[in-house]
């Protein structure tokens, strides 16, 4: 029997990551518990998963398959030990590269309810030695890679989300929340990285505070022009925007989209900002607002090109925080 005080401690066999979502735990439960759901999101970017088998009970398997970017395949086997609805889930886990050297260890999920739309979600995988946590980290980029895997689970639960009224985006970004913060705020930032990916910003004009406007113009890649507008209802330094989208005109008034006059004439978006783990996320909600049962259907049928549009915008947003 080992001497408990030359055990090593707990935290030199764990890693812990952590991440708190914009969503409702029985939300993020479902998106973790439903196999249909965890095949979309498990694993680090670029990753998919086939799942052979899913028995969410003590005693049951999750059985799968990972295939990574460049073709290897990682296969791995988890039992279930515990499960408690909507809290916590334990299980034994061993996989690792095919035909290379495994990881072995007990992971701990757990899901913390901060409040009617948000949670926070906890893994903790303990290893049987330092060597063999130390392995993973090298080997399998187990730190990184469990962050991407909350990420893309972030990104899934949004998806999750829009299938209604509102179009829910996530994106992580690798800068200090109050640097993140300050690119949409300030008019230096915003004519770098707003609008959509090829257009340029060649006016700009910023009033922030709540009533305050947001009025610039946009040169499409063709040379056209295109105007917008935003009215801020809620400006809280580090933390939330909210205001009204529109399309606009030189003048600064409300205008219908140049293409799609079905279009809602309003949307209602809110951006909220949190710090996360030395970097940023953002979670961008919108849905039409004032709108007749023609411009929510089409709205809703617009969906996932707002999302293409909203992740060519945030690309540039990315590039802008990166050359700072």
Same mark, same amino acid.
């Given at each position: 029997?080992?001497?408990?005080?030359?055990?090593?401690?707990?935290?030199?066999?764990?890693?812990?990551?952590?991440?708190?979502?914009?969503?409702?735990?029985?939300?993020?439960?479902?998106?973790?518990?439903?196999?249909?759901?965890?095949?979309?999101?498990?694993?680090?970017?670029?990753?998919?998963?086939?799942?052979?088998?899913?028995?969410?009970?003590?005693?049951?398997?999750?059985?799968?398959?990972?295939?990574?970017?460049?073709?290897?395949?990682?296969?791995?086997?988890?039992?279930?030990?515990?499960?408690?609805?909507?809290?916590?889930?334990?299980?034994?886990?061993?996989?690792?590269?095919?035909?290379?050297?495994?990881?072995?260890?007990?992971?701990?999920?757990?899901?913390?309810?901060?409040?009617?739309?948000?949670?926070?979600?906890?893994?903790?995988?303990?290893?049987?030695?330092?060597?063999?946590?130390?392995?993973?980290?090298?080997?399998?980029?187990?730190?990184?890679?469990?962050?991407?895997?909350?990420?893309?689970?972030?990104?899934?639960?949004?998806?999750?989300?829009?299938?209604?009224?509102?179009?829910?985006?996530?994106?992580?970004?690798? *800068?200090?929340? /109050?640097?993140?913060?300050?690119?949409? $705020?300030?008019? !230096? +930032?915003?004519?770098?990285?707003? =609008?959509?990916? &090829?257009?340029?910003?060649?006016?700009?004009?910023?009033?922030?505070?709540?009533?305050?406007?947001?009025?610039?113009?946009?040169?499409?890649?063709?040379?056209?022009?295109?105007?917008?507008?935003?009215?801020?209802?809620?400006?809280?330094?580090?933390?939330?925007?909210?205001?009204?989208?529109?399309?606009?005109?030189?003048?600064?008034?409300?205008?219908?989209?140049?293409?799609?006059?079905?279009?809602?004439?309003?949307?209602?978006?809110?951006?909220?900002?949190?710090?996360?783990?030395?970097?940023?996320?953002?979670?961008?909600?919108?849905? *039409?607002?004032? /709108?007749?049962?023609?411009?929510?259907? $089409?709205?809703? !049928? +617009?969906?996932?090109?707002?999302? =293409?549009?909203? &992740?060519?915008?945030?690309?540039?947003?990315?590039?802008?925080?990166?050359?700072?």
């Amino acid at each position: 029997m080992k001497n408990p005080s030359t055990s090593p401690s707990p935290t030199t066999r764990e890693i812990v990551i952590t991440r708190t979502f914009d969503a409702p735990r029985e939300l993020v439960w479902e998106a973790w518990t439903r196999p249909e759901h965890v095949a979309k999101w498990w694993g680090p970017k670029g990753f998919t998963t086939t799942i052979e088998e899913f028995d969410l009970r003590p005693g049951g398997r999750f059985k799968h398959m990972m295939h990574g970017p460049d073709g290897t395949d990682y296969p791995n086997l988890s039992v279930f030990r515990e499960v408690v609805p909507f809290e916590r889930i334990v299980y034994t886990h061993g996989g690792g590269k095919q035909g290379g050297i495994g990881a072995h260890f007990e992971a701990t999920w757990s899901f913390e309810s901060l409040g009617k739309n948000k949670t926070r979600v906890t893994g903790r995988s303990i290893f049987d030695t330092p060597e063999d946590r130390d392995f993973v980290v090298k080997e399998y980029g187990a730190i990184e890679g469990g962050k991407q895997t909350l990420e893309r689970l972030a990104q899934h639960v949004a998806r999750v989300e829009s299938a209604g009224d509102e179009v829910v985006i996530v994106r992580d970004f690798k *800068a200090p929340l /109050a640097e993140v913060y300050r690119a949409w $705020t300030e008019v !230096e +930032g915003l004519t770098h990285w707003s =609008g959509p990916k &090829g257009f340029k910003v060649v006016s700009a004009k910023l009033d922030l505070r709540p009533g305050g406007t947001f009025h610039y113009g946009l040169q499409a890649p063709d040379g056209s022009p295109m105007w917008g507008k935003f009215v801020f209802r809620e400006v809280r330094e580090n933390q939330r925007l909210v205001w009204v989208n529109s399309f606009s005109d030189p003048a600064g008034g409300t205008a219908r989209h140049p293409q799609h006059m079905e279009w809602p004439l309003e949307m209602l978006i809110q951006a909220e900002f949190h710090e996360n783990d030395g970097g940023t996320t953002v979670t961008l909600r919108s849905r *039409a607002i004032n /709108a007749s049962p023609a411009e929510v259907k $089409t709205f809703r !049928e +617009g969906h996932d090109s707002m999302r =293409g549009g909203f &992740g060519g915008t945030f690309d540039q947003l990315e590039a802008h925080l990166a050359s700072k």
